[in-house]
C-alpha cells in the first residue's frame, strides 16, 4: 500500500472514530420546543377548561390560549449530535441542563414542584379576576410549604393558617419571615395556627376558615445556609376563600406560567364584554393575587407555539420582551404586559380596532 493511501486510510478511520464517539458522548445540556396551546375559554379532554358554577356566565368567542413548553426529561442523557442540532434548529432551544434541573433535582422532584406551582399559580389567578371584577375574596396566610429536615417539619403542615408569630398578629405572608428573623439562630419562635384538617372542615361547612380552633406551636430556629438568619423551614403562602366554586381543569401541565390567561379567561365568562371579540389571543405569564404579571421561561418556544396554533395576538410579560423580540413569528403581535389591567386594556384596543393603542413589545 502505498504512504499516500495508508495517510487516506488512516485519516478514514481516525474520522469514523470520531464521529462513533460523538454518537456516545453525553452533554449536559436539555432541549426546550413549542409545547401544546389550550384554549382557557373552550373544553380540554372533553372538560370546560373553566367551570364557574352558581354564578351568571356569559357567552364567549375567539381564543385565549394558555401555552406550553416541552422539555426534555431530568433523566434524558442528550448527545453531542442532538446538541448541536438543537443549537442550529430554529424552532427548540438547547440550554445547559442545571437551568431546568438545579442541585440535581430528579423527574419526580421537578414533576412535584411544578404541579404545586400550577395549583397555587390557579389560585392567584382566581383571585386576581375576582379582585379586578369587584369581587370580594377573604383572604389567609397559611403554611405554603416545609423544608424536609427543617426545624419546622413535623411541627407545621402545609395548610396550617398561620394566625401570629410570637404573638403578633400576621395579614400577609411577607410579615412571617419578618417576625422570624427578629430571632437569632438557635432561639425559640412561637407560631399561633388553625391546624390545616380544623380549618379545611370549616371551610367544608361554609365557615370562616380563620375561626377554627387555634393551637401554639414553638419551633426552634436554625441559621441560613448563606448569611447566618434565623429561619424556621417554612413558606408562607396566601390562600383564598372564593364566594363560589370556579374550577380550572387541564391535566399534563405544570408551572405557574399559566395564571395571566386563566385570569383572563375567567374575567370573560364572568363578564357581559366579549373580551376577544372573536381574535384569537394566545399568552403566557405568571399573576400574583395583586394582578401582577412575571417573567417565565422558554418564551421564544410559547411564540412558536402560539402562532402555529393561529394566535394574532400574544400577550407577553414586560420583562420577557427583550428575548421574545429577538425571533418573532410573521403574523404574531407581542402586547406587552405588566399587570393584568395592562391585559385587559390591551384587549379593549384590539376589540375597538386601534391598533396604534396597543403596547407592543419592542415599541416605546
Request: aromatic share 4%.
Amino acid at each position: 500500500m502505498s504512504r499516500r493511501h495508508a495517510t487516506i486510510f488512516s485519516s478514514l478511520f481516525l474520522l469514523i472514530g470520531l464521529l462513533c464517539a460523538m454518537l456516545v458522548v453525553r452533554v449536559p445540556y436539555s432541549e426546550l420546543s413549542p409545547g401544546p396551546t389550550v384554549n382557557t375559554l373552550g373544553d380540554h379532554g372533553g372538560d370546560p377548561v373553566l367551570n364557574i358554577e352558581d354564578r351568571k356566565t356569559y357567552p364567549t368567542s375567539g381564543h385565549l390560549n394558555m401555552t406550553t413548553v416541552r422539555v426534555t426529561s431530568a433523566d434524558y442523557q442528550m448527545s453531542l449530535p442532538e446538541a448541536i442540532y438543537g443549537w442550529i434548529r430554529d424552532d427548540s432551544a438547547v440550554v445547559p441542563h442545571d437551568t431546568l434541573y438545579p442541585d440535581g433535582k430528579t423527574a419526580e422532584q421537578a414533576e412535584q414542584e411544578n404541579a404545586e406551582e400550577f395549583s397555587q399559580s390557579q389560585e392567584s389567578a382566581k383571585a386576581a379576576a375576582l379582585k379586578e371584577l369587584d369581587i370580594e375574596v377573604p383572604t389567609r396566610t397559611v403554611v405554603a410549604a416545609v423544608v424536609k429536615d427543617s426545624p419546622a417539619e413535623g411541627a407545621l403542615r402545609a395548610g396550617d393558617v398561620i394566625k401570629a408569630v410570637d404573638g403578633e398578629p400576621v395579614r400577609k405572608p411577607g410579615e412571617v419571615a419578618e417576625l422570624v428573623t427578629k430571632h437569632k439562630p438557635g432561639e425559640d419562635t412561637e407560631f399561633t395556627v388553625v391546624p390545616v384538617k380544623e380549618a379545611a372542615a370549616a371551610e367544608k361547612d361554609g365557615e370562616d376558615p380563620t375561626k377554627g380552633r387555634t393551637k401554639k406551636v414553638t419551633v426552634t430556629t436554625a441559621a441560613a445556609d448563606d448569611d447566618k438568619r434565623a429561619i424556621v423551614g417554612i413558606q408562607a403562602g396566601s390562600a383564598y376563600t372564593f364566594p363560589f366554586p370556579i374550577d380550572i381543569k387541564l391535566a399534563d401541565v405544570g408551572g405557574p406560567s399559566a395564571g395571566l390567561m386563566f385570569s383572563l379567561g375567567i374575567i370573560d365568562k364572568l363578564s357581559r364584554t366579549d373580551l376577544t371579540d372573536g381574535e384569537f389571543v394566545a399568552g403566557t405569564g405568571t399573576i400574583d393575587a395583586e394582578g401582577k404579571v412575571g417573567p417565565i421561561g422558554g418564551i421564544q418556544m410559547k411564540t412558536l407555539a402560539a402562532r402555529s396554533a393561529g394566535a394574532s395576538y400574544f400577550m407577553t410579560p414586560e420583562a420577557n420582551c427583550p428575548s421574545a423580540t429577538r425571533n418573532v413569528p410573521d403574523g404574531l403581535k407581542l402586547v406587552k404586559v405588566g399587570t393584568l389591567q395592562d391585559a385587559l386594556d390591551a384587549l379593549k384596543s384590539v376589540r375597538e380596532g386601534k391598533p396604534e393603542e396597543i403596547p407592543v413589545c419592542g415599541r416605546d
